[in-house]
């Protein structure tokens, strides 16, 4: 168990746990950890066997509770709980009602449940699962260790290792593109690229990411996406961003590594936000984000204006005659 | 007629009715209510047979149309309505194409359609309907009268009776939660909790509930989710809460009874919102909300202060030099 | 080439090309064209043998390549990229595991996709296309060319030619109405209405629009939303609007011909909004919106005067004491 999470404790290596809970919850056996200094009073009061704490509140945990030290004490509390409940495997095995065409090509262990519908010359890699009622397109290519899940769909892409597309999760459909035309009508512009996920891409529940239009649409290694979200034609991640809900993000804007868009934030099209920038909830990006920076507000400015600009107006307000009433 | 609806009128109460209607679209025969008064002009112009108001109203009700006294016209309409329209109930059978786990319990009056899945060891109570390409997870727990629509997920979770999910609706997938890893890489914290839905909550279409991580997702009963609404992992909430459409809830945030979000607002996590408070449409909520409160903008104030706020602002600018132009 | 995207070109009529690409990517035998002036510099360095540009930027074509000229570049582009990539047609037949109501009307051409469901007395024109896991509910009429993609589920609802669901797009579900009963719980109004959507209007990946109450709901022909918008029960809009992901309207606002709301815009109830208004990203209606008006803002404003606004917000507060720090 510390080996697992490169913890460091004083007590007997042999000690058994039965499992992990939260600091309030946990009961004899379990393993908890620290979350945040505001539930130091949960640590006080936690019936927990172990928890898991940095160096500066080890102190702090009471008597008879074994103290494990981590330098991350959730880093360390994931790991654990991975022994506990792994994360679950496919079930090798092709439901009998799944259609799957024949020259769709399926590595070995792969899963495929009830409903789920595999297009032609697909390549689902090896121990990946489709879940029930998913839908891979034509010449779709999923890595290995993936897993789709219930009623999701993915046209036109390819995906790396161990992505994850969470219930009703849309990816590679037609983006959103078209131009008037004298009748009063609107045409289509073309939409002929696909969709890109790097290793370990999460998409989350009934989220969206549209196929490119002439070139196309990337998600780099481990970026999530949380539930609702929105995510244009040939918009480019770097490694490891970070959508949360119903974040949107319009068509051709370019994202680097490690970038962070809060939920219900948003981003016009065509911009270039570098990367490490944070983009707090419900902010509007109209213009590029150097690296690094922390943005806010809709108009997104600097955080530091954005506040500044709250201050001003609540002291402005608060001495105007409105405020004699 | 008057029964159902609790109502009162001078009219012969053997007269006979053929439908509901609007106020501008009523015929003959039809029933229809005063909704608001800004329709009193339409009132005026009603062909319908009768119209339910308030006694303040009755006098404006035109010569030849019947008057139904209520308290609350609404709720009066809506319960005669349902006499015309009753819900539909269940159609007791099971598709032959739905996969339905040996081990799993259906009650009697069950009705589960075309591809439907329902997995181990899932209990669906009496009379509930699982609709077309409805996915039933192992072990989900649904009481009586539930009813799903087409392409609804549900897993990890109970519910009460009463239950509906909307199509495309997410219920119990895994929340958006992880920690960074020395690497670059992003490690899942553990999502091991369930979505626990109270007596007749309905949750809207393409709508998203997440598990909790260590302790629960938990909707009061009656709370009402409008469509694309999203609720992080571990939210709480008490009765009859109303999320219009495109809110977002953040993981942990708790909030009380009758508490009202309004379209497109938000709410940051871990914070308290107070019963019967009313959060208005595209605020963001980022700090605890006392009871009954009105809340607005974002970042969220007391509305009254972001009443002022806007006035002095518009005040302001309207005075400024740029206003010269 | 020349007759299908009414251009004019010096050039040799029985020139033959390959393709059509982005000016950065394309390569020899590719057909390009000039989407925006900042891409000029593109222009200079493209490989492409021919390049579509207004008369204006005649001159800035490079030499070897030919310079076609058009109005409107973007629509000639998009009318010779339908020469190179047709639009997909449906391909007729009915897949074995569908499940379709014998009473269903099925027109020449239809294609339906495994485990699509229709209704009963569903009528679905001719050369229509219901993809896999597609719901069609009873009584439901699609015009012809109509396309259903994966999982997009509709009922309530009567469509014109051309129509387009994207993938679990969700048409003609219960509205989001109900009045408080004295003893705490809400009775749904009566949703009896329908979903009227015209000539060729598409209907973005994960959206949601509401069947009406008592009347009907009806997006004008080409009207076009983009991804996980909402439109509530009885709006109304004329022909060509348009709704960028994210935006939400709620229910009964009455909206003109070619109205634009951007991403992650909204809009209360009970409004109107006139022909060839622009609302903002972002920005909140909350009352009428003249014809042919910019808004912008939470609450949405004109958008000079919200321009003005954050214009004096940002000079107050940087000449504010807070500034010295």
Redesign the interface.
Known sequence: LLRACDGESAADPTTMFAG???LD?AGAGDVSYLERRRYLPRLKATRASAVIVTKDHAAAVPEGVIAILAA?P??A???I??LF?P?PMARPGL?P?A?IAADAALGPGVEV???A?IGARAVIGAHSAIG??A?VGENVVLGEYCRL???A?I?HAICGDRVVL???A?VG??G?S????PD???????Q?GIVRLGE?VEI???S?V?RGA??DTVLGP?T?L???V?I?HNVTTG??CVF???A?I?GSTTIGD?VTFG??S?S?GHLEVGSGARIA??S?VIGDVPPGQDYAG??AMPAK?VF??????????EK?P??KR
Chains 1, 2, 3 share one sequence.
């Open positions: 992990i809970a939260a919850a991350q959730a880093l509390f994931a790991r709980a991975a409940h994360a439901h009602t259609v449940g009830p409903f519908v029930p009622h839908v899940h219930a009623h769909s046209s969470h219930p009703g849309r459909q037609e959103y078209f131009t008037p035309a009063g009508s609107y045409v289509t512009m073309p002929l370990a989350g529940a009934n969206c549209d002439l070139a481990g999530r949380d539930n609702l929105q244009g490694r490891g949360v809900a119903q949107g319009s490690y939920g219900q948003g016009a909830a419900q509007g809709s108009p204006s500044r600009a709250i201050a001003t107006l609540r002291r402005l307000s105007s409105g405020d």
